[in-house]
């Protein structure tokens, strides 16, 4: 099993422009989740997905869009992407219930000129 | 939102030695779960431990040991016999029953010295 895996790695995007970030999990896990990690405010949630179909604004929602395109697969979108939105994003998934463990993705390094 | 605090933002431990990282959180609920982090250089966040606020036992897992303080709303985490491996930034975590939605601290920095 890959686990949680994200692509891209890296990206550097210039102000304005748009991307894609891609997440897939192969655990059958119903729960899935985007973050976000900045020097020394650890992980804000940006959005998530309680189950295939359902999304949710998480703590810091404003200036991205997702997808829970089936049960493995949920993307985060920057539509006109900002300085402020330098950061490293991780997506994460767990099974379902409140004490599950949620497993993380390696993580991609975003810099926005 | 829940508000997770970590209040120290770097440690640094002798290998073989102990170090306490403490956690404090804010919640109205009397039924949550609460989760240690691992972050390495890697970047890869692993979980540590988790404890059930229902539960009164603390939570260990070989090395790390929790001491959780319900009324207190403190959840510190012991690290036993350090190794140079447990080098990394440790993060608590915060989930209220029924909820999906982890909020975390700030973070700590743990250096284990040679």
């Known amino acids: 099993n890959a686990g949680v895996t994200q692509t891209p790695k890296f990206q550097v995007l210039k102000t304005g422009q748009s991307m894609t970030l891609q997440c897939a999990q192969d655990m059958n896990h119903n729960s899935m989740y985007w973050y976000r990690q900045d020097p020394g405010m650890g992980l804000r949630l940006i959005y998530y997905s309680a189950s295939e179909g359902t999304t949710d604004k998480g703590e810091v929602p404003n200036g991205y869009n997702v997808s829970r395109l089936n049960k493995r697969e949920f993307s985060l979108r920057l539509e006109s992407a900002a300085p402020s939105q330098t950061s490293v994003y991780f997506c994460?998934?767990?099974?379902?219930?409140?004490?599950?463990?949620?497993?993380f993705g390696p993580g991609t390094r975003l810099t926005v000129l | 939102a829940q508000t997770v605090t970590q209040s120290q933002p770097e440690m640094s431990v002798q290998e073989a030695e102990t170090v306490t990282l403490s956690c404090t959180y804010d919640?109205?609920?009397?039924?949550?779960?609460l989760f240690w982090y691992k972050q390495p250089p890697s970047r890869q966040m692993i979980l540590v431990i988790r404890q059930e606020a229902y539960k009164q036992q603390n939570a260990t897992e070989n090395r790390f040991s929790v001491n959780f303080q319900k009324a207190a709303k403190s959840f510190s985490l012991k690290i036993s016999d350090s190794q140079l491996g447990d080098t990394a930034m440790y993060f608590c975590a915060f989930m209220k029953h029924g909820d999906y939605k982890l909020s975390f601290g700030a973070g700590t920095t743990v250096t284990v010295r040679a």
């Open positions: 994460a998934s767990k099974l379902g219930g409140p004490r599950d463990e949620q497993f």
């Open positions: 919640t109205s609920e009397s039924n949550y779960y």
